[in-house]
């Protein structure tokens, strides 16, 4: 049993995907984790105005013994109203008849085309074989079961051991979409051996999503469907005092090594790039400005070029609504100078060349007046997204 | 002097344009927009907290009587530190001196390339020449020696008959980047024989400009140059009361005219896309939602792509931050209704293949919730985007 990784390393836990032929055949499209015991559960979902039917399903159950969360890909039910929500409950209570347990103890999530009904009957009539095949050792078909556009499946895991034991955060993710202000869905599901309490479960997790999902421009505000769960086995004893630090610490890592994973395969992406922000009025500044340039279409653009057009980094930050001033304002590429205090340095042309031709690039961003510091992932934009997105068709 | 149209039909300015060099041979970048008379002028200029030398010049001198505009090409002048403002008052200095009239009646503007100083010397030793050049028939050589990535001059003029006689608004306009929320420079310069009070004339024009110039996702926050001025005589007897009605009419349609063609012109478009948004709470919250939809990435690519991706204008509509309700919202591209109440409706794919076939579509959402109307002009996001934005290099 030692050679299992991914979600499968987490004892507790099985997992099952198969071909349900939603949307198209031969693709893996429905799956589920279950637990063999209830958990705790925290949730981070949308906050979109129009969010799907199975987001507000799970987010009405997230405080619930949690004992299943149910995926399907390739239809988003969204934008489908009483029918889509009545869809959503179908499958988890067909979902809970098939694992004998409670309705309310399963959660659901959909990534795919909005606007279309689930072919519901297909669904529920899949479920009990969908079951059958739940094993400890199928965790990485998930990851695959979820994908979109996504060209690689995303699992991250983590052991950290602490005064109560040794423990181990897994999860998985999928997201391709040039992720936001315009995201594809995002879907992250995590599991844990680490028992912790909802209320510190809800506020770690939160403030870790914050840190990693919602620093590579990835907005929990964008899609309809964006869902990140964690699911903790309920117990007696849970993680207390420095426990939890250390807790959060793997948490965060697991999380961060998925962000990566998320960004290096953005739609149509040549480059993964780090914008470090720092010398800011603070850190929400530090933060507006880092998200302006990951978001600054004409940045991802020159960034595709090879171009190391610092000027269109200067302009985002200038309407990124943080304090800056020209005149204190530094840029860096690498280590490569390109302005320093507002002066415009010129390397040669070869020093710049060498310093776009990396697969990964640190852009580095010094507003020159506090100590504020954020750090964001993103990348460049290519035909390739164009293309994706012109095709990926109703 | 029947067939002179465009700004050449307004009496007493003259215009000159010429090629100094700035930063490619043989193409015309210096141009100059010169009054017989001191005029009053009003300007809207980029809220950037990054902005251009030419734009803090001409804001420090817009409340005086002005005598001329000067407007160069392929080198913006921003990110120059104080060497650029120091350029850009030698530039201004120079041209009043070859005009034989005050400094500060100089205005100045610059689009182009960020952070390269201009050869400052070459332009001031090129302003005899072109101030020798004026003419009133050089009018649409102005429209032509502002272009950088536009593909076509864009000008407009209008005249109007009120209870003070015959007049003409003409304006001129340039920036043909995927304008906001990563504009390139825009540049604005309308001119008119109608005396205008300078208080009016400011609160007409920026009236005039938020329902125009930023009703196509151009936004004034956003490049570090932007700049639309309006000149008009200084006169003792100013347009007033109804006549200022068909004044602000006419400008209006001017600026419209102007907007449709820059959107027209937009950097590898191949539609022309009108967002109408109704039904919105209020006023603020229709805008909100045609902005989001204009700016979304995602809706830009499937209008590319020719897909009546209605899902992706609903989730735009939910993200941005105006009231919206699945159940209340109708979307229809021309006459055929996509979604009616948050319910699909299946148009047949001939249907759609022939709304999403022409060059100009109009896309209404129906927020089903209030009177908030507003209109939005966008465009389709092509490969040739791309790749225009790739290779426009530092």
């Not at 095949?133 to 199928?138: A, D």
């Not at 500044?285 to 978001?295: E, G």
């Not at 279409?297 to 980094?313: E, S």
């Amino acid at each position: 049993m030692n050679t299992l990784y991914g979600l499968s390393a987490v004892k507790g836990f099985r997992f099952a995907a198969i071909e349900a032929g939603i949307r198209y055949e031969n693709r893996l499209d429905l799956s589920l984790i279950a637990a063999d015991f209830d958990c705790v559960a925290s949730g981070v979902f949308t906050t979109n105005k129009i969010c799907a039917a199975p987001v507000r399903l799970s987010r009405s159950r997230i405080n619930n013994p949690i004992r299943g969360i149910i995926i399907n890909a390739t239809n988003a039910n969204a934008c489908t109203g009483e029918e889509g929500l009545r869809n959503a409950m179908a499958i988890t209570k067909s979902t809970a008849e098939a694992l004998k347990v409670s309705e309310t103890s399963i959660l659901a999530a959909s990534t795919g085309i909005i606007g279309v009904q689930l072919p519901c009957e297909k669904i529920v009539k899949a479920i009990p074989s969908l079951v059958n095949s739940l094993s400890r050792e199928n965790g990485s078909l998930i990851a695959r079961a979820i994908m979109t556009t996504d060209t690689v499946p995303k699992e991250s895991s983590m052991r950290f051991t602490c005064f109560r034991g040794d423990f181990i955060i897994a999860g998985i993710a999928k997201g391709a979409g040039m992720i936001a202000p315009n995201m594809a869905t995002l879907l992250v599901f995590l599991i844990t051996d680490a028992p912790v309490a909802k209320n510190e479960l809800d506020t770690i997790f939160s403030r870790c999503i914050d840190k990693s999902l919602n620093a590579i421009t990835i907005d929990g505000d964008m899609s309809t469907n964006d869902t990140a769960i964690i699911l903790s086995p309920e117990a007696e004893h849970q993680l207390t005092g420095k426990d939890l630090l250390v807790f959060e610490e793997t948490l965060l890592a697991v999380l961060t090594d998925l962000a990566e994973k998320l960004v290096m395969d953005a739609e149509g992406a040549t480059k993964l790039v780090r914008i470090f922000v720092k010398g800011a009025r603070d850190d929400a500044d530090a933060r507006k400005i880092a998200r302006a340039v990951s978001n600054s279409l004409l940045v991802k653009t020159a960034l595709f070029g090879m171009d190391p057009n610092w000027g269109r980094i200067a302009c985002a930050a200038g309407y990124s609504g943080a304090e800056v001033s020209e005149e204190q304002l530094s840029i860096s590429f690498g280590d490569l100078c390109l302005l320093q205090n507002g002066v415009p340095q010129n390397p040669s042309r070869e020093e710049m060349v060498r310093a776009m031709h990396e697969r990964e690039i640190q852009i580095t961003i010094d507003a020159g007046m506090g100590n504020g510091t954020f750090r964001f992932l993103t990348s460049d934009i290519s035909y390739e997204y164009v293309k994706i997105n012109a095709e990926y068709s109703t």
